[in-house]
C-alpha cells in the first residue's frame, strides 16, 4: 500500500508524514512537493520525494502514479493560479493514476457553508464525489496557532483585542494533521468529519489563555474597525491590518459554530485547551 501525502512541507503536512511514519514503513510513503531540496532537509528518512506543483497537470499525474490512498491538503488561496484549478488539477490526476482513497482537507460544513472560504473546498467536495473515489471529507475548524500572535501578546500581561462575535472549535494544528492520518489508516473511514474543538467564545478563549499563563492582562472586544485600527497601531500598514482583521470573519459569521466530536473520537482526546496554549507558547 503506498500513501501520498500532498504539499508535504508545510507545517500540516509534515506533522502527518511524521505521524504516518510512525505506522507506515518510510519506503511505503510517497510526498508531493514544490521544493525537493527543502523536504529533504524538514522530512524524515527513507520516504520518496516527488516534485510537482498544483498548477502543472502534468506533473501531478506522474506524482501519482502507484499511490493508493492519498492526502490531499488543500492549497492556499490567492496564488497566480486559482485554487478551483489547482484542486481540480489534483482530482484529474487521482482519476488518471486510479487512486483508491482521497482524504481531502476542507472547510466547516463546506456543502452549506455560506462563507467565501468555503466555495472552492464546496466545488473540490463535488470533484471529488464525482470522481467516483473514495474518500472522506476532514472540515477542519480553527488552529489554535491562528491566534498565536495575541496568545503571545496576552502572556506579555498586554491587553487582548479581538471582534467576531460567535464561536469556533480551537484545537492544534498538530491534532488536525493527526486526525487526518488516522483517517487515512482507518478501513472504513466516515465520509465527511467535522473536525473541531470544543466550540467556544474568544472571550472564554482568552479567558483559558489568562489561566494557563497565570497573566490576568485585560479582554476587549471592538468592532471590526477599530480592530483594524489597533492592528494599525502596532505597525500593520491599511491593507495588511485589514486582511489580518478579515481572518476572524468566519468566526463572526458563524461559519465554525458547531459542536462536535469527531476530531477527539478518532484521536481518543484532544488536549486540553489549558495545556495546547502552553504547547504553543513553548514551540
Known amino acids: 500500500?503506498?500513501?501520498?501525502?500532498?504539499?508535504?512541507?508545510?507545517?500540516?503536512?509534515?506533522?502527518?508524514?511524521?505521524?504516518?511514519?510512525?505506522?507506515?514503513?518510510?519506503?511505503?510513503?510517497?510526498?508531493?512537493?514544490?521544493?525537493?531540496?527543502?523536504?529533504?532537509?524538514?522530512?524524515?528518512?527513507?520516504?520518496?520525494?516527488?516534485q510537482a506543483d498544483y498548477g502543472d497537470e502534468n506533473s501531478l499525474s506522474a506524482a501519482l502514479k502507484g499511490i493508493d490512498k492519498l492526502l490531499f491538503i488543500s492549497s492556499l488561496p490567492g496564488g497566480p493560479v486559482s485554487r478551483e484549478t489547482q484542486h481540480r488539477n489534483i482530482v484529474t490526476a487521482a482519476i488518471q493514476n486510479k487512486v483508491k482513497f482521497i482524504a481531502y482537507t476542507s472547510f466547516p460544513h463546506a456543502n452549506t457553508a455560506e462563507n467565501e472560504l468555503a466555495s472552492d473546498h464546496k466545488i473540490t467536495e463535488k470533484l471529488i464525489r464525482d470522481s467516483g473515489i473514495a474518500h472522506s471529507f476532514l472540515r477542519n475548524n480553527w488552529y489554535i496557532e491562528n491566534d498565536l500572535d495575541a496568545i503571545k501578546t496576552g502572556a506579555a500581561g498586554l491587553p487582548v483585542y479581538y471582534w467576531a462575535n460567535n464561536r469556533a472549535g480551537w484545537a492544534l494544528e498538530r491534532e488536525y494533521a493527526e486526525g487526518a492520518v488516522k483517517v487515512l489508516l482507518t478501513d472504513q473511514p466516515k465520509e465527511v468529519y467535522e473536525f473541531a474543538g470544543p466550540s467556544r467564545t474568544y472571550e472564554q478563549f482568552f479567558a483559558t489563555v489568562q489561566q494557563a499563563t497565570g497573566k490576568d492582562f485585560n479582554i476587549k472586544q471592538v468592532s471590526e474597525a477599530q480592530y483594524i485600527k489597533y492592528l494599525e497601531s502596532n505597525g500593520l500598514n491599511p491593507e495588511v491590518a485589514a486582511m489580518v482583521a478579515s481572518f476572524q470573519a468566519p468566526i463572526d459569521d458563524g461559519s465554525l459554530t458547531e459542536e462536535t466530536n469527531d476530531l477527539a473520537d478518532i484521536l481518543g482526546g484532544l488536549t486540553s485547551l489549558n495545556k495546547a496554549i502552553i504547547e504553543v507558547l513553548n514551540k
Open 1 to 50: 500500500m503506498k500513501y501520498g501525502v500532498t504539499v508535504a512541507t508545510g507545517k500540516f503536512g509534515r506533522t502527518a508524514v511524521k505521524e504516518l511514519v510512525k505506522v507506515v514503513a518510510p519506503n511505503n510513503v510517497v510526498v508531493i512537493v514544490r521544493n525537493a531540496e527543502k523536504a529533504r532537509k524538514v522530512l524524515p528518512a527513507g520516504i520518496e520525494i516527488r
